[in-house]
């Protein structure tokens, strides 16, 4: 039997209630159900009790039985015969799975496969020839506009025309890039009557951050049933996606100037000219030469004690092994220096060498926070914070680094150093995440900017950088579609960003001086 869609998270109390209302409708007796748990990392099921709640402001369900229990973040369900599915998210939105509750005893249906994009555009178009009315002409976008796995048609009547779009993948880069070809076709178009976007199971939830920040033509979401067999209509979710709250200001110590002129005695002047110091853990000092780890300085276990302090060396992203720096290994610390200095360098001859390619996005990022006031000069080089805040080793961060404007606004730097169709998605991700802490006074309240005068009623802005022929037509696409209280700047560099660093065009989209809501 065909599962009836519920739409997305939409109300609080009326999800709360109707959730309860189908727990009780499963099992009226007080009597444990049927949960089944699935995940990136898990399968398991047994007999459970189930509740549903709402907390700080979200709607969450916990299900605790005689040997485990968990509490879940509710970002979408579905309810039908005899079953309830909910799409579920813990820990920051690091892990996300499915709930299937049923009665005890209750038969747990086994997950259907995914059917293969071919045979999902067959389907689609075939729906799409029983929901459009009669006379519709409906014809398929060029395939050279889409990615391999989604499918797009036009479909025009009485001077009306609306773009429809699906996929069958269920992973969110797709789905992303999916919007991202909706983006892209949208240019093409004075005005239309209508946007679809017929996703996968749990699709509006994994899509539902970025409709509200764009500008689109009247959108219309539909979701599939678990099964693969049903379509039906249903809503973005209100919930906003999961962050988790910065870790507290800085433990780490940055360098002080005693240690730096210790790693002088070892690096020379190559520590100020080609390197940055920066802390890495509660006892590491990291030294990267333009982005590049290739020292770290381990530091006494407390602070003022007279133990020495040690440093090992090698280029361990690169798959070299970490040795301690002594007389035996010195010459080798200076042959790796050599290297260095001639292939990890702007003047190298050999651009083709590992040294002067690996890791481009970090000598870029190193390069763009040495000459900030290039990008913009209203940034404020007193007050960066690279990769920060940070959160588990699971979840993702708040962008390349983050920075104040002269006028005490935060500023969202996201830097790709090769053409990628997800980084203005990525952006994205990491702006709404920062503009929640702003919003939360989480920077201020953990310490971040200490000594700036902060304008916290405005909204973060956010920064683009890549070398000007690696910017994806998506990005420009996605940016000209963003709403209007959304800064955004696109800024391009030259190619030879590592000989010197230059912008070569700037383009900035909507209004510089929003108001946080």
């Known amino acids: 039997m065909l599962i ?19 727990l009780a409708a ?9 949960v089944k748990v699935t995940t990136a990392m898990e399968s398991a099921s047994g007999e459970c009790r189930v509740a549903f709640a709402v907390a700080y402001g979200k709607l969450t369900v916990t299900d605790w039985g005689r040997d485990r229990s968990a509490c879940w973040r509710v970002e979408s369900y579905e309810a039908g015969e005899g079953a309830l599915r909910l799409e579920v998210s813990r820990r920051a939105g690091a892990e996300r799975g499915r709930l299937v509750i049923t009665a005890a005893g209750g038969a747990l249906a086994e997950p259907v496969a995914r059917p293969a994009p071919v045979e999902w555009r067959r389907r689609v178009r075939g729906w799409l020839a029983r929901q459009l009315p009669p006379g519709t002409r409906i014809a398929a976008l060029p395939r050279q506009s889409l990615t391999s796995v989604t499918a797009g048609w036009q479909a025009a009547r009485a001077g009306a025309t609306s773009l429809i779009f699906t996929t069958s993948a269920e992973d969110e880069t797709a789905l992303r890039r999916m919007l991202g070809c909706a983006a892209l076709a949208l240019r093409d178009f004075a005005s239309l009557a209508g946007l679809w976007l017929v996703l996968p199971p749990g699709g ?10 764009l500008r689109l033509p009247p959108l219309s979401l539909y979701e599939v049933a678990p099964d693969w067999g049903d379509i039906r209509p249903a809503a973005s979710g209100h919930q906003w996606p ?66 020495p302090a040690a440093l090992r060396f090698g280029l361990t992203t690169l798959g070299e092994p970490s040795r ?35 890791f481009p996005e970090r000598w870029l990022d190193a390069a ?48 790709k150093a090769a053409a990628d ?23 201020v309240r953990r310490g971040y900017f200490a000594g700036a005068r902060l304008d916290e009623r405005a909204q973060p802005a956010l ?3 890549a070398p000007t022929l690696r910017f994806h037509p998506i990005a420009r696409a996605v940016a000209r579609r963003l709403r209007p209280d959304l800064a955004l700047t696109l800024l391009g560099v030259n190619e030879g960003w590592r000989q010197s660093l230059r912008v070569v065009f700037r383009e900035r989209f909507g209004d510089a001086s929003s108001v946080a809501p």
């Open 421 to 443: 169709a997800d980084a203005i998605w990525q952006a994205l991700i990491y702006w709404s995440r920062a503009l929640q802490h702003w919003r939360q006074g989480d920077f």
């Open 368 to 415: 763009v926070r040495r000459r900030l006031e290039i990008i913009d000069d209203a940034l404020d080089p007193a007050h960066i914070w690279a990769q920060s805040p940070h959160f588990s080793q699971h979840a993702a961060g708040l962008a390349d680094f983050l920075t104040l404007t002269r006028a005490g606004r935060l500023a969202v730097v996201e830097i």
């Open 242 to 307: 999961l962050i988790a709250e910065p870790v507290r200001k800085w433990a780490h110590r940055p360098p002080s100037p005693a240690e730096l002129d210790a790693l002088r005695e070892w690096f020379g002047d190559d520590l100020d000219a080609h390197c940055e110091v920066a802390p890495a853990g509660g006892r590491a000092l990291s030294v990267r030469w333009h982005g590049l780890e290739c020292a770290r300085w381990l530091r006494p276990a407390a602070p003022g004690r007279a133990a």
């Open 324 to 358: 301690p720096l002594t007389m035996r290994s010195r010459a080798d610390f200076q042959a790796m220096l050599a290297d260095l200095r001639r292939w990890r360098a702007p003047t190298a001859r050999n651009t083709q060498h590992p040294l002067y390619r690996a």
């Open 463 to 465: 920064y683009l950088i």
């Open 26 to 34: 499963l099992e009226p007796a007080d009597r444990p159900l049927q």
């Open 204 to 213: 509006v939830a994994r899509l539902a951050l970025f409709p509200p920040l």
């Open 4 to 22: 009836a869609l519920m739409p997305a998270v939409s109300d609080l109390p009326a999800d709360l209630r109707a959730l309860t209302a189908r």
